[in-house]
């Protein structure tokens, strides 16, 4: 299903299995008719890391990992002049120049065998003279030899008298496409279009996975004599088309690609999404989850502040029968592993994340009905706030929680508890989620227990909601006895997991601290507060079950943000 909805993408947006794709060239060496060096064209604009090289069409790049393999009319500069770069050249001068010396020999000899039906062309015979006369000595004297010897970036060729590159020429072109449909793979029904075709041996890179080689993974590979069966060999073992596979991975690659608005980073997973064709519902769903997009651009977009609002306003998104994709990636070793993987209209899955916002949304100083990232809540969860301390399979079972409208994963529940315990503090994010947690999972289980509401709810009788008020309460008497307080970080991990250890001992002290306020009518409605909170609980539960303890959290912030205000943190009545 994924590969069949990448190749319907690939057909929708007008591709044909053309045998080139496009890739970001940084130096174009310029030719006479005569095969000599002209000049360089350095394609990159932007400086630092924000520089960037012109992306040309170029025949398709080879899958090589230690074996001499050469891309056609384009490659680095070990192949194209077999000269190994400087930093190569210590480790060991003597192999490394013998295979620079093959790699040369392999780029020259692909030209030849692939484009010999095309040697007369004046692009190809001009390339061909200067393979055989020149070298690196050619390039010696240019200004960009010192960034190509180091082996920065690819390499390609021009005529002097044309702008595009000899391989975009039109001889070129049908050359290639003949030569990418004559090989010897063997002919079976296409597994992802159902059409009988050439089976491709092997499936190209996929780039931009975070975590992954920088040469590529396969999202598809059979490289172990364990993972064939019935004699079958490589790609024959689950048989897909050249073309399939020439349309899936040129898609991928492309929504991957460095400055694609179409992917985000979901925990250790990359996600790519897209619709059946292109549309506007892409780029609202990169704000709703990713965190780098600036709150300007986020608040300024109607189609993302519409998706948001549609559980209030039941106004549905536009396009909303088109079908939409999300897919999760994650590396392994040599390939790619799914992660996660939803299939859908864009209105079911603009009414899913309209049911997660509407689970996380809770009262605070913020403004209200505002999207929080996925990446952000994430980072509430993770040591140190760091996006590398996301536990690895928790952020991709979340995703797919938001985008399937299922339970969030108790894992989830664990972790915000947990860093709760330990940071001694509840902030906005982590109250959500738990509340979010907390909230489907009552609704998806038919529970006749009230659910953990937006804002402070005094009806609420759970037990672990009104000891969690009730520490916010203590919290609030010391503040105003002291001017400061210090219970939470003393006591809040020991109170939400035990209360009956830490809270009468605290009740006591709250004893003392009442004494001191001046203000007799605000110690009153203080102890009026505890005596509501605490209306028909006889004693303290030695033990809050993890269901409890969150609840112990919301409830204290609820209470908490009723008491505070955002503005000088201080207590207000």
Known sequence: MILQRLVERFRNEGGS??????????????????????????????????QRAREFDVPREVKRASQVASNLLWDNVTYVFGFVPIAKQAAAARDLSARGAACRECFIERIRRELGSVASDRGIAAVLRFLESAGPSSLVGDSHWDEIAVGKGYLSFRLADELGLVCERPAVRSAVLASSGSGVEASARCLVTGEVGSVARL????????GAQSSGASLISFNLRAFESYGKQQGSNAPVSRAAEFAYTSVLNRLLARDSRQKLRVGDATAVFWAEKPTPCEDWFRDLFDLAQSPERTESSVALRTLYLSPWTGVAPQEADLRFCVLGLSPNAARLAVRFWYDGTVREISENVGRHFQDLELESAEESHTPRPL?????????????????????????SAILANTPYPRSLLEAAVRRSRAERQVGLDRASLIKAVLTRQARRNQRAEREVGVSLDPSNLNVGYRLGRLFAVLEQIQWYAQGDSNIRERYYGAASAHPAVVLPQLMKLKNHHLAKLDNRGLAVNLEKRIGEILDGIEDFPRRLALDDQGRFAVGYYHERTRAFSKKNDSPQE
């Open 203 to 210: 499936h190209g890179s996929i780039k931009g996975v975070d």
């Open 17 to 50: 299995a053309s045998g080139y794709q496009r890739k970001a060239i940084e130096f174009v060496l310029v030719l006479d008719d005569c095969g000599r060096l002209v000049g360089v064209d350095d394609t990159r604009t932007g400086t630092g890391r924000a």
């Open 375 to 399: 990446r952000r809540l994430l980072r509430s969860i993770a040591v140190l706030g760091k996006d590398e301390n996301v536990p690895p399979n928790l952020a991709g079972a979340i995703m």
